[in-house]
Antibody
Framework: QLQLQESGPRLVKPSETLSLTCTVS??????????WGWIRQPPGKGPEWIGS???????YYNPSLKSRVTMSLEASKNQLSLILTSVTAADTAVYYC????????????????WGRGILVTVSS | EVVMTQSPATLSVSPGETATLSCRASQSVSSNLAWYQQKPGQAPRLLIYGAYTRATGTPVRFSGSGSGTEFTLTISSLQSADFAIYFC???????????FGPGTKVDLK
């Protein structure tokens, strides 16, 4: 059974960098059949897609965050990572990693497997 | 960017009744629309994709309809396990920007 687990600091200071890791078990991230995504959800609000990454390293980012986001994969550890720079209070949210459909035109890109999420608070 | 809106924000329903939730896209997303259920402290769970296709494990009392800009999720014979927040998500845009709605909370009347 596929499981995803987010980890990282739960408190980040304004202007600093948020770094999260997602460890995947029960399946390999090195697959052509799925992409891997990061989604965040501010308290009391709807989810926001941050970006997606394919095992080939191909990435797609939300344009609203693109200048501050970097996603990567480490196949040997079956992990994906998220870096978000220059954070502000507006970046406070629960951050999820998820397995999703491959990002390509006319594809079904839904988020079928999610981690439990990690609440990251940006505060001094 | 395709903006998703949902109505109502909160829907109060009694067990056994039918709940009808609406989702609207700011421009056509064809049938590239999914619905998720989220319970407190949990991640969203995929219920429906392609506007009306149930994901594995989704009970038949959940049904989706619509295309273009107007979509509906109907929950028939509501059960206690169905009290949750429901989000819609479009995946039509290219280059990809996947957007979610703000959600509809279904609670106990």
């Amino acid at each position: 059974q596929l499981q995803l687990q987010e980890s990282g600091p739960r408190l980040v200071k304004p202007s600093e960098t948020l770094s999260l890791t997602c460890t995947v078990s029960g399946g390999s991230i090195n697959t052509e059949f799925y992409d891997w995504g990061w989604i965040r959800q501010p308290p009391g609000k709807g989810p926001e897609w941050i970006g997606s990454i394919h095992y080939s390293g191909n990435t797609y980012y939300n344009p609203s965050l693109k200048s501050r986001v970097t996603m990567s994969l480490e196949a040997s550890k079956n992990q994906l990572s998220l870096i978000l720079t220059s954070v502000t209070a507006a970046d406070t949210a629960v951050y999820y990693c998820a397995r999703q459909g491959v990002v390509e035109p006319n594809a079904i890109v839904t988020f079928g497997n999610w981690g439990r999420g990690i609440l990251v608070t940006v505060s001094s | 960017e395709v903006v998703m809106t949902q109505s109502p924000a909160t829907l109060s329903v009694s067990p056994g009744e039918t709940a009808t939730l609406s989702c609207r896209a700011s421009q056509s997303v064809s049938s590239n629309l999914a619905w998720y259920q989220q319970k407190p402290g949990q991640a969203p769970r995929l219920l429906i994709y392609g506007a009306y296709t149930r994901a594995t494990g989704t009970p038949v009392r959940f049904s989706g309809s619509g295309s273009g800009t107007e979509f509906t999720l109907t929950i028939s014979s509501l059960q206690s396990a169905d009290f949750a927040i429901y989000f819609c998500q479009q995946y039509n845009a290219w280059p990809p920007i996947f957007t979610f709605g703000p959600g509809t909370k279904v609670d106990l009347k």
